[in-house]
């Protein structure tokens, strides 16, 4: 294992007699993209909170690369971005300004400082609208604007509450493409996000989180394999006599189900198209199509919370009880 | 609010860093708010035309009165008498707007912009923003009183044509600093409804009604409640004179108010030679011809500008326990 730069182990907290999130363990490791998933209450916002030091953890600890944000928080804040769920601005100070502000705070030398804010705005498109009041902003712009202070403030992790929410299909495009370009600076980038085909396009890894469990940690395929009984499935198309039989014999495959004339759905172990290709034309068949389904997180997600209660599907329905 | 849903944990171990980290840059970003903001200006514009309006009425008093008066210069502030308005009164209802005016919406207003979380965010500890913000409001109040009791004094000296004396000059700045005193307790009072109230305008309201009560109700209320607690003397009231006990209770209580406590040390301050009630025995033991000397007027007013300090310093401290343990998310 390459260096961890979040590890948390136990974490718990707790408000009056609801617990918000209960004992969930994970690690991150430096420049890995980690999503956190779950529905509305799960506790994601509250671990997030914890840890930045920013509310009180009532078991277990955390540690933010090597320091505890309990104790230490102006050492984790240093090298920590935080953009909130709902990023606000003073809205009568211009967008240069209100970064300005924020520099001060981090203690960025007035030299560098404008140089910085500059190159910050100009990688999240505000270049030309910085000297503008943030009260003129839409949601996305000030989304934007709140990115722009992470990568201002040149962090060794980006931590992201719904940084998608409010942004259009090419906001969030240009989003995504800038927490790629985080990641190959080496940071290390926690996301928490309802969009779940974006986050399995951009995450390394995901954490489901249910009623403040983490209830399956992993990659996407890792997970599919947990909730949808393993595997990948592989759709045939081909025509042929005896193929059902040839290509449940391919190594790897579990089940074949013919769901029409000459299509066949393979339950595999692992990506199984060449070998599935080879046994069509060994059996002298012809091949028509041949197609990987990737297991979806959409998919994982909705069958989870089928199986495990919760409420599937709907993102943004009724609390968890915790 | 606050409070309610944190289960005390044992105090965590020694924080690392230093607390006032980020200080002077909330203090000078908040400084600079409230200097350029309207609110500021509306609420100075207020005093300067209520204070001009009495300044120039005494001034016209002081003019026609023949008589001696070792502080001609000082009737300006506090004319003699039962003058009905006089700058210390404009001072004293308009000090305590203009400082809720500052404060009310300091902490609930960055929950309310969202800024909050995204401030904490940053490598600084809370007690940073908070005493930035306080001693910003402080601040902004201090320039705000000094201007104005220099364009008073200037005016004093244009239209009066003398200067004040050296004596006069040291109870009038003794005077300033009672006043900034009165103002950052309601300044403390008004973060520290700022704190509790996550509504900025549910903060407002409840320090004015404090304030409309302490001002108008509680010196009323107060000689009740002396009355209830420690009832007259009979013995006492039959000469005509009030009942020692009673008073002291009437007094103790009125003293809640900051606005008793600033009119005493404003009383002491700028008319050495009134009869105050701590004085009232010494009527009896011989009438006071000269008026008190500075020192001893500093002396008797000094009870009341500990207590204003000391008010100013509790209601911050409780704001401050309450927002290190408050929820950053709104
Ligand atoms: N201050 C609080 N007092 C009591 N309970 C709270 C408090 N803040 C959060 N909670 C509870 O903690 C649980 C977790 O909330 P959290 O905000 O972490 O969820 P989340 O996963 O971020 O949800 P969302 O997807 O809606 O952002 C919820 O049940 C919530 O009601
Ligand atoms: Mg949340």
């Given at each position: 294992m390459s260096d961890l730069v979040i590890e948390a182990r136990d974490l718990t907290k707790r408000y009056g007699q609801a617990t918000a999130v209960n004992g969930i363990s994970f690690t991150v490791e430096k420049g890995e993209i980690f999503g956190l998933l779950g529905?509305?209450?799960?506790g994601k916002t509250t671990t997030i909170l914890m840890m930045l030091g920013l509310t009180e953890v009532s078991g277990g600890s955390v540690s933010v690369m090597g320091y505890d944000p309990a104790r230490q928080p102006l050492q984790v804040k240093r090298l920590v971005g935080y953009l909130p769920d709902t990023v606000g601005f003073y809205d009568y100070m211009t967008a240069a300004d209100n970064l300005r502000y924020t520099a001060a705070l981090i203690g960025i030398e007035p030299k560098e400082r404008d140089k910085r804010i500059a190159s910050a705005l100009d990688r999240v498109g505000l270049a030309d609208v910085g000297t503008k009041h943030v009260g003129a902003f839409s949601r996305g712009m000030r989304q934007r604007l709140g990115l722009a202070e992470i990568l201002m403030k040149d962090v060794q992790i980006a931590i992201l509450d719904e940084?998608?929410?409010?942004?259009d299909p090419h906001a969030t495009a240009e989003l995504l493409e800038t927490i790629r370009s985080l990641k190959h600076d080496g940071v290390a980038v926690l996301l928490s996000s309802h969009l779940l085909d974006r986050v399995q396009s951009i995450c390394d890894r995901v954490a489901l989180f249910n009623a403040g469990k983490i209830a399956l940690i992993g990659t996407v395929p890792q997970l599919a394999s947990q909730v949808l009984g393993g595997g990948y499935h592989v759709e045939v198309e081909a025509d042929g006599v005896g193929l059902e039989q040839k290509l449940g014999a391919v190594?790897?495959?579990?089940q074949v189900e013919s769901v029409g004339p000459g299509r066949f759905r393979l339950l595999a172990e692992g990506d199984v198209r060449p070998q599935a290709a080879a046994a069509v034309v060994n059996a002298g068949g012809s091949l028509r199509r041949l197609s990987f389904d990737e297991p979806s997180l959409d998919t994982i997600y909705n069958r989870y919370f089928q199986t495990h209660g919760g409420h599937p599907g709907?993102?943004?329905?009724a609390q968890n009880a915790a | 609010m606050a409070g309610t849903r944190a289960i005390i944990m044992e105090r965590k171990m020694q924080r690392e860093?230093?607390?006032?980290?980020?200080l002077s840059v909330v203090f000078f970003r908040e400084l600079f708010d409230h200097l350029t903001s309207v609110r500021m200006l509306v609420l100075q514009f207020l005093v300067l035309l209520f204070g001009a309006a009495v300044v120039y009425f005494a001034a016209e008093q002081i003019r026609n009165t023949t008589a001696e008066d070792p502080f001609l210069f000082m009737r300006l502030f506090a004319p003699p008498g039962q003058t009905l308005l006089s700058f210390v009164l404009v001072l004293s209802i308009l000090v305590p707007i203009i400082a809720i005016g500052l404060g009310f919406d300091s902490v609930n207003g960055e929950y309310n912009r969202r800024t909050m979380s995204r401030i904490l965010?940053?490598?600084?500890?809370?007690d940073a923003l908070l005493f930035g913000k306080f001693l910003a409001g402080l601040a902004t109040l201090t320039i705000a009183l000094v201007t104005l009791w220099l364009l008073v004094i200037g005016f004093g000296l244009l239209r009066l044509g003398i200067p004040p004396s050296g004596e006069e000059i040291g109870r009038l700045l003794v005077f300033l600093v009672v006043t900034i005193a009165y103002a950052g307790v309601w300044l403390a009072l008004a973060m520290l409804f700022s704190i509790f109230f996550r509504s900025t305008a549910t903060a407002a309201l409840v320090s004015l009604g404090l304030w409309l009560f302490l001002a108008l109700l509680w010196p009323a209320l107060a000689q009740l409640f002396g009355e209830m607690i420690s009832p007259q003397d009979i013995r006492f009231a039959a000469l005509g004179l009030p009942t020692p006990d009673t008073l002291a209770w009437q007094q103790g209580l009125s003293r809640i108010s900051p606005g008793t406590l600033y009119g005493e040390a404003v009383v002491a301050m700028l008319n050495p030679d009134a009869q105050s009630m701590t004085t009232l025995l010494a009527q009896f033991q011989g009438r006071i011809q000269t008026p008190l000397p500075l020192d001893q007027s500093i002396i008797q007013a000094w009870p009341q500008m500990v207590s204003l300090i000391a008010g100013m310093i509790v209601l911050f401290v409780i704001g401050y326990v309450a927002f290190q343990r408050q929820e950053v998310r709104a």
């Open positions: 529905p509305n209450g799960a940084p998608t929410s409010g942004l190594p790897g495959v579990r709907d993102h943004h329905g | 860093g230093s607390p006032w980290r980020g965010s940053q490598p600084i500890y809370r």
